[in-house]
């Protein structure tokens, strides 16, 4: 059961143009969005996040949208850039209280290449 | 300040021998956990902790053990390895369940032969 889903493998952009990458969820109990961004042999490093109570989140080039309703959310990147090239991870938390405690779960990734 | 550190970044097993991963923060977080990255698959939780002396299943807990006998220390074991736990693993911490985000190291490439 796949909670959390990106259901484009992968993406090819132009730089300058604008990259988008979308984000599935299933479980009305996530409270906390986040993207992360993974570069080949390191870690995934946090990019954005996003609370359950807003719709919109911003930071420099990233913007994160949040559609509650739909279960949606995606990720803008504007304009792309080359080094933007790497696998992109959404996060949901689950509302901390119960027995979750707060745990992160994560879609399958999508890889983003942005061509010179 | 280092974060999150992974030992070792690298290794081969030979099926049914064992091993013992090991993640260190210095972050003085709380909550901790265990990760195994596989093609199409995303991340997918092992083990968590949400503080010393405590650690909890995740969504893929077979073969694996874990324990956390020191805050800043999470350490998940192989007890013995099959051809299946092939894959990269990744170590994460947070400094509460609330809305934060989670530190991951650099992760540790095991291939089970």
């Known amino acids: 059961d796949q909670q959390v889903k990106q259901n484009s493998p992968s993406l090819s952009v132009q730089e300058g143009r604008i990259s988008i990458l979308n984000c599935d969820y299933t479980n009305s109990m996530f409270d906390y969005f986040l993207w992360y961004k993974k570069y080949p042999a390191e870690g995934p490093t946090f990019l954005i996040s996003i609370s359950s109570i807003k719709d919109k989140n911003e930071d420099g080039r990233f913007t994160v949208f949040l559609n509650k309703s739909a279960k949606h959310l995606s990720l803008h990147i504007v304009p792309s850039q080359p080094g933007d090239s790497a696998v992109y991870f959404c996060a949901a938390k689950e509302d901390a209280g119960g027995t979750s405690y707060g745990k992160l779960t994560f879609g399958q990734g999508t890889i983003l290449t942005v061509h010179p | 300040n280092a974060g999150v550190t992974q030992t070792p970044k690298f290794r081969v097993l030979k099926t049914g021998q064992s091993m013992t991963l090991l993640c260190a923060q210095d972050?003085?977080?709380?909550?901790m956990y265990w990760y195994r990255q596989d093609p199409g698959m995303g991340l997918r939780l092992i083990h968590y902790s949400v503080g010393e002396g405590t650690t909890a299943k995740g969504e893929v807990p077979d073969g694996y053990n874990v324990s956390r006998l020191k805050k800043q220390n999470f350490l998940l074991g192989l007890e013995s390895a099959a051809p299946s736990q092939t894959s990269v693993y990744f170590c994460?911490?947070?400094?509460?369940?609330?809305?934060?985000?989670?530190?991951f190291g650099q992760g540790t490439r095991l291939t089970v032969v």
């Open positions: 972050m003085n977080h709380e909550y």
């Open positions: 994460a911490s947070r400094l509460t369940g609330g809305n934060t985000e989670a530190f």
